[in-house]
């Protein structure tokens, strides 16, 4: 079957899914919007923001993550055409507030098949992790024991495939915990890997 077939079947599994109880009136964010299905590079984050992907149903874009992101993204000369965005769990976690949240471990474990199947679909050269959360999300998926912080920026090997570990370009992290400057440089190794190929 083609391969676009399968993303549409993907795509109406996932908008159809209603297992996490708290985001049974969200939609999940996987479509053509997310990008290629021939990307240079998979990235995954942690889930669709309130102000960004679910409202915009476009992958970090419409809110201040998804700038910063934009930002690190034309760094390094790729456009949207050239990568495809996935998150952990692809609705919107929210607080009873209405606010963000972090997706808990059984909603991560929920949603896991659809990013294996994903990552299975798109067979991307390079995946790329934003964020701690993604890159344990993976150990559902096949073992690992990268952490965050000592794997940031390295490209490693992970299930017969490439992987690169990098931070979340939200506002908190940028501020916390890697700054902007540090972030282009991580993306600036993002590019030279792709341009070695
Ligand atoms: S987050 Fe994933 S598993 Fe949970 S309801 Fe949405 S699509 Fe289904």
């Given at each position: 079957m083609k391969q676009s077939t399968l993303f549409r079947q993907l795509e109406a599994e996932a908008a159809a899914c209603l297992i996490c109880e708290r985001m049974q009136d969200r939609k999940a964010v996987l479509s053509k919007l997310n990008g290629s299905l021939m990307p240079k590079i998979l990235f995954i984050a942690e889930a669709p923001g309130r102000n960004g992907a679910d409202r915009t149903r476009i992958p970090f874009h419409g809110d201040a993550s998804g700038k910063t992101f934009e930002q690190l993204l034309a760094s390094i000369n790729l456009t949207r055409a050239d990568i495809f965005?996935?998150?952990?769990?692809?609705?919107?976690?929210?607080?009873?507030?209405?606010?963000?949240?972090?997706?808990?471990?059984?909603?991560?474990?929920?949603?896991?098949?659809?990013?294996?199947?994903?990552?299975?679909?798109?067979?991307?050269?390079?995946?790329?992790?934003?964020?701690?959360?993604?890159?344990?999300?993976?150990?559902?998926?096949?073992?690992?024991?990268?952490?965050?912080?000592?794997?940031?920026?390295?490209?490693?090997?992970?299930?017969?495939?490439?992987?690169?570990?990098?931070?979340?370009?939200?506002?908190?992290?940028?501020i916390t915990v890697r700054s902007l400057a540090q972030q282009l440089e991580d993306f600036k190794m993002l590019g030279q890997w792709l341009k070695s190929r």
């Open positions: 965005i996935t998150n952990t769990v692809l609705c919107s976690p929210r607080k009873p507030s209405g606010a963000n949240d972090k997706p808990t471990r059984a909603e991560i474990r929920n949603c896991s098949h659809f990013l294996r199947r994903t990552i299975e679909l798109l067979h991307p050269p390079l995946i790329a992790t934003l964020g701690a959360v993604a890159l344990d999300a993976l150990r559902l998926i096949a073992p690992h024991d990268f952490t965050l912080k000592e794997a940031a920026a390295k490209v490693l090997e992970w299930n017969g495939r490439k992987l690169v570990p990098l931070y979340h370009p939200s506002p908190q992290v940028l």
